[in-house]
């Protein structure tokens, strides 16, 4: 089994759809839990980080950790065409290790 | 505020060539710095990592090397580019922010070796 497990889609919606993008892991030692979006060519950027467990939002993200069932989301509301990138998750134990999921591509139809 | 610059965008090189690509980070002391590649379909493959100024740590073996002469510049080298060696590849470093330790990428090098 793989470490990290990242649907690589392609998913499509329209516009004002609320997306769903998943991961899930098998180390329960992970502790830092990270959402990066990628345009075409360019850096990741870091979307959403949360240390350990719990929620977090910020405007219309919203990223959720599972510790129990090993499973991290990012939800996107009111989605827009803007949002179509790729969107990485990534997770570890500490930095110098952290693993990246292959990536989600999202394409945002107006 | 902290900025991470990468150069050039993109590089074309042949079969045997040496390489260069430089990474320079702005605004922090002491950064972490990192070097990945991300070729397609595969995700991003972190090559190297470095705690401080001549403090490297190899994490696949390969093709290339690197070095950190200065405590904010990270350069990745090869003496001898492979056609396997094609791929983007990223610098990144990393900071306590807001808490926790975050990892931030520069806008990337695509390498194409023909």
């Known amino acids: 089994q793989k470490e990290v497990e990242q649907d690589p889609g392609p998913l499509s919606v329209p516009e004002g759809a609320i997306v769903s993008l998943n991961c899930t892991y098998s180390n329960s030692a992970f502790q830092y839990f990270m959402w990066y979006r990628q345009y075409s060519r360019k850096g990741p950027e870091l979307l959403m980080y949360t240390y350990s467990s719990g929620n977090k939002e910020d405007g219309r993200f919203t990223a959720q950790v599972d510790k129990s069932s090993k499973y991290i989301s990012l939800f996107i509301r009111d989605s827009q065409p803007s949002d179509s990138a790729t969107y990485l998750c990534a997770m570890s134990e500490n930095l110098a290790a952290l693993i990246f999921g292959k990536g989600t591509t999202l394409s945002v139809s107006s | 505020s902290q900025t991470i610059h990468q150069w050039p965008a993109t590089l074309v090189q042949p079969v045997g060539s040496p390489l260069s690509l430089e990474c320079t980070v702005e605004?922090?002391?002491?950064?972490?710095l990192y070097w990945y590649r991300q070729a397609a379909g595969r995700g991003l493959q972190l090559l190297f990592y470095s705690v401080g100024i001549g403090q490297i740590s190899s994490e696949v073996p390969q093709n290339l090397s690197a070095s950190r002469p200065q405590d904010r510049q990270f350069i990745l080298s090869s003496k001898k580019l492979l056609l396997s060696d094609s791929g983007f590849y990223l610098c990144?470093?990393?900071?306590?922010?807001?808490?926790?330790?975050?990892?931030?990428f520069g806008s990337g090098t695509q390498l194409s070796v023909l």
């Open positions: 990144a470093w990393s900071a306590a922010v807001g808490g926790g330790e975050k990892l931030f």
């Open positions: 605004g922090t002391s002491n950064p972490n």
